[in-house]
């Protein structure tokens, strides 16, 4: 009897993991043809002399895409990544719990709407009501409201996955809470909060909807004002020259595909490195050496309030 219910288990396995590969294998097979569809092509389109040299009607090169870019990304990062991070400290350190609940559900109200509606949102009120035309600054904030629940999301699961004793530790010792996440519980959720970062950067990069209601195009090189002047960007060149129906048009969207899959292939091998780095972190750190460390650093706590900490820490533990 052991041994049919041992061979129904494990045929019932066999049969699940062969449901999920059948299930896989369509996404699997158009992935790989996606990929190597850019990447042949791509490579027989591209040449380096593209890095040097402007868009020029149908054809050109495509410097001004590629700075164009990274100055969009780097508006759009440096506007959401300090809120994202922010944020998600704010939610899981310091809010109550109907503070967080409504946080997270404007966080995931925010992460479900279409990015052609933020695009149409950024061109009624940076665009035309403030002022500020098809520029960088309209792109980059638009990119910024897409990127923005994202980091926050990771940003807190990354802080809720630290122990709750390495907290205890620091508040044992008399560290306000704002020093317990700023000296200890950032240390083993950093690797998390910047997996966050770059994967809203991975994530920002792909968009096209957002940036034609605000960015607009430019065949020239950023002139790195922020308002009133149009900047090109690689999506721009892939959505718009692959419907042309001249040769040259087609290698300048295949080089632009295969410049933005090489860039975004990049930013996921760091994302899983910093994964891994954080996970092997996470487990090499005990309590004792955080409290080793905490003791180190917290030079401004004396003694007497250490001990008045530790002998009424359990009024100091936040309850929700």
């Known amino acids: 009897m052991r041994a049919r219910r041992g061979?129904?288990?494990?045929w019932k396995s066999n049969l699940g993991w062969a449901a999920a590969w059948l299930g896989a294998a369509p996404v699997l097979v158009g992935l790989a043809d996606l990929f190597w569809t850019v990447l042949a092509k791509g490579v027989a389109s591209f040449h380096f002399s593209m890095l040097t040299t402007v868009t020029h009607g149908?054809?050109?090169?495509?410097?001004?895409?590629?700075?164009?870019?990274?100055?969009?990304?780097?508006?759009?990062?440096?506007?959401a990544a300090p809120l994202g991070i922010l944020g998600g400290v704010y939610v899981s350190e310091f809010a109550h719990t109907k503070s967080a609940a409504a946080v997270r559900f404007l966080t995931e109200v925010l992460?479900?709407?279409?990015?052609?509606?933020?695009?149409?949102?950024g061109y009624l009120t940076m665009v035309l009501s403030f002022g500020w035309g098809f520029s960088a600054l309209a792109g980059g904030m638009a990119l910024a409201i897409i990127?923005?629940?994202?980091?926050?999301?990771?940003?807190?699961?990354?802080?809720?996955?630290?122990p709750r004793s390495q907290r205890e530790g620091a508040w044992a010792l008399g560290m306000t809470r704002f020093q317990a996440v700023s000296r200890v519980v950032w240390r083993p959720a950093a690797g998390g909060i910047a997996t966050g970062v770059l994967t809203a950067i991975a994530i920002g990069m792909g968009e096209t909807a957002p940036l034609l209601y605000t960015a607009g195009w430019s065949s020239l090189n950023p002139t790195w004002q922020l308002t009133g002047h149009q900047v090109?960007?690689?999506?721009?060149?892939?959505?718009?020259?692959i419907d042309q129906p001249y040769p040259e048009a087609h290698a300048l969207?295949?080089?632009a595909a295969l410049l933005l899959l090489g860039i975004i292939l990049i930013i996921h091998l760091v994302v899983r490195f910093l994964v891994h780095q954080s996970t092997g972190s996470a487990r090499r750190h005990s309590l004792a050496s955080y409290v080793r460390w905490i003791r180190s650093h917290a030079s401004g706590v004396s003694a007497s309030s250490a001990k008045r900490a530790s002998a009424t820490s359990t009024y100091r533990i936040r309850t929700r």
């Open 111 to 121: 992460s479900g709407v279409p990015s052609i509606v933020i695009g149409y949102f």
């Open 147 to 162: 990127m923005l629940p994202y980091i926050l999301r990771t940003t807190e699961v990354s802080l809720e996955q630290v």
């Open 232 to 241: 090109g960007y690689l999506t721009y060149v892939i959505w718009t020259y």
């Open 7 to 10: 061979a129904w288990r494990k």
């Open 253 to 255: 969207a295949y080089s």
């Open 58 to 79: 149908i054809a050109g090169g495509l410097q001004n895409a590629i700075l164009g870019t990274f100055e969009l990304i780097l508006l759009s990062t440096a506007i």
